[in-house]
């Protein structure tokens, strides 16, 4: 497998299974005849967190059928597979009571990885869900209280009757390269010791992708960056709590002193140029962390470094 097949295949909150099947969202016979089916399968989701278990095949989310979902929550039609299976979930104060067998709570910072593709999709729209409606219970432009509409996919006002939908929010995630084809990674004061990532950041109004990659990486590091060279290579969502990770490479520009770094000291408590040994030897050590296995991060210093990087608790 070539490093881009690996990148391909292994961006695993970007996976998914099932069809939105947005068409249904305004369908209401169609979507109380798919909550009351027999092969229906529901999610029970709870401030991130849904039941996993582990089995044979694999880490695999527990869905129910509807009889046995819980009776209180918001309901989200998340879509329906191949077969015609509908997929919902439910949004709770609280998950469920201990189930029998070998089920626990996780979210997908533990477990996005391990999910097939189906499940890590399902979870994946759960849970950005979840965390819009939680930060969008009243109108902004009224105050008044609103409510699910739409199947889960738009608010609207119970007073003056506006609507409100889902915002992702576009931050562009980048690596970097000077003229020796070092890569820059930056490390926040609050990670683990010894953890590096790319330089990452949210796209302003009125930007052009290519200029937030130029002007995050100049914020952040003091590093110019050559806006010709800004290439896309691959998206992810990240629901934590509304991200859409737009990744990028990019070289600096050909200027005098374009390489020399100077963190900003806000967002980066650190910035540094890492050769391919560079980095080899620091992984091989301990004192050099890679980012999460499921990030684009990863996946981006991947391409770069020529093959997957080792994996390693943090």
Same mark, same amino acid.
């Given at each position: 497998?070539?490093?881009?097949?690996?990148?391909?295949?292994?961006?695993?909150? $970007?996976?998914?299974?099932?069809?939105?099947?947005?068409?249904? =969202?305004?369908?209401?016979?169609?979507?109380?005849?798919?909550?009351?089916?027999?092969?229906?399968?529901?999610?029970?989701?709870?401030?991130?967190?849904?039941?996993?278990?582990?089995?044979?095949?694999?880490?695999?989310?527990?869905?129910?059928?509807?009889?046995?979902?819980?009776?209180?929550?918001?309901?989200?039609?998340?879509?329906?597979?191949?077969?015609?299976?509908?997929?919902?979930?439910?949004?709770? $104060?609280?998950?469920?009571?201990?189930?029998?067998?070998?089920?626990?709570?996780?979210?997908?910072? &533990?477990? *996005? @990885?391990?999910? *097939?593709? =189906?499940?890590?999709?399902?979870?994946?729209?759960?849970?950005?869900?979840?965390?819009?409606?939680?930060?969008?219970?009243?109108?902004?432009?009224?105050?008044?209280?609103?409510?699910?509409?739409?199947? @889960?996919?738009?608010?609207?006002?119970?007073?003056?009757?506006?609507?409100?939908?889902?915002?992702? #929010?576009?931050?562009?995630?980048?690596?970097?390269? #000077?003229?020796?084809?070092?890569?820059?990674?930056?490390?926040?004061?609050?990670?683990?010791?010894?953890?590096?990532?790319?330089?990452?950041?949210?796209?302003?109004? /009125?930007?052009?992708?290519?200029?937030?990659?130029?002007?995050?990486?100049?914020?952040?590091? /003091?590093?110019?960056?050559?806006? #010709?060279?800004?290439?896309?290579?691959?998206?992810?969502?990240?629901?934590?709590?509304?991200?859409?990770?737009? /990744?990028?490479?990019?070289?600096? #520009?050909?200027?005098?002193?374009?390489?020399?770094?100077?963190?900003? /000291?806000?967002?980066?408590?650190?910035? =540094?140029?890492?050769?391919?040994?560079?980095?080899?030897?620091?992984?091989?050590?301990?004192?050099?962390?890679?980012?999460? *296995?499921?990030?684009?991060?990863?996946?981006?210093?991947?391409? +770069?470094? *020529?093959?997957?990087?080792? &994996?390693?608790? +943090?």
């Amino acid at each position: 497998m070539t490093v881009q097949e690996h990148f391909d295949r292994t961006l695993p909150l $970007a996976r998914a299974g099932v069809d939105r099947a947005a068409e249904r =969202r305004l369908d209401e016979p169609w979507l109380a005849a798919a909550w009351s089916h027999p092969s229906t399968r529901v999610l029970a989701v709870a401030e991130g967190k849904a039941f996993v278990a582990d089995t044979e095949a694999g880490t695999e989310l527990v869905l129910l059928s509807a009889f046995d979902a819980p009776a209180e929550g918001e309901r989200i039609f998340l879509g329906c597979d191949e077969d015609a299976t509908a997929y919902f979930a439910v949004l709770c $104060a609280q998950l469920p009571g201990r189930l029998d067998g070998p089920e626990r709570p996780a979210g997908l910072r &533990e477990v *996005g @990885g391990l999910l *097939g593709a =189906r499940d890590a999709g399902l979870l994946v729209h759960a849970t950005a869900l979840e965390n819009w409606h939680s930060a969008n219970r009243f109108c902004p432009g009224c105050g008044h209280e609103t409510a699910v509409a739409a199947a @889960g996919h738009v608010r609207r006002c119970t007073s003056c009757a506006r609507e409100h939908y889902p915002r992702t #929010d576009g931050a562009v995630i980048m690596l970097v390269t #000077d003229e020796q084809d070092r890569a820059l990674l930056g490390r926040q004061a609050l990670w683990p010791e010894g953890r590096y990532s790319t330089l990452a950041g949210f796209v302003e109004p /009125g930007e052009s992708l290519e200029q937030a990659v130029a002007r995050e990486v100049s914020e952040e590091t /003091g590093v110019r960056v050559d806006l #010709d060279s800004v290439r896309y290579v691959a998206s992810q969502p990240w629901p934590f709590p509304a991200s859409l990770m737009l /990744g990028f490479t990019a070289r600096i #520009d050909s200027r005098p002193g374009a390489a020399d770094i100077r963190v900003d /000291g806000e967002e980066l408590d650190e910035a =540094r140029w890492f050769s391919r040994e560079d980095l080899a030897a620091g992984m091989a050590a301990g004192t050099t962390l890679p980012p999460s *296995g499921i990030s684009i991060a990863r996946r981006l210093i991947e391409l +770069w470094y *020529g093959q997957p990087l080792p &994996e390693v608790s +943090w």
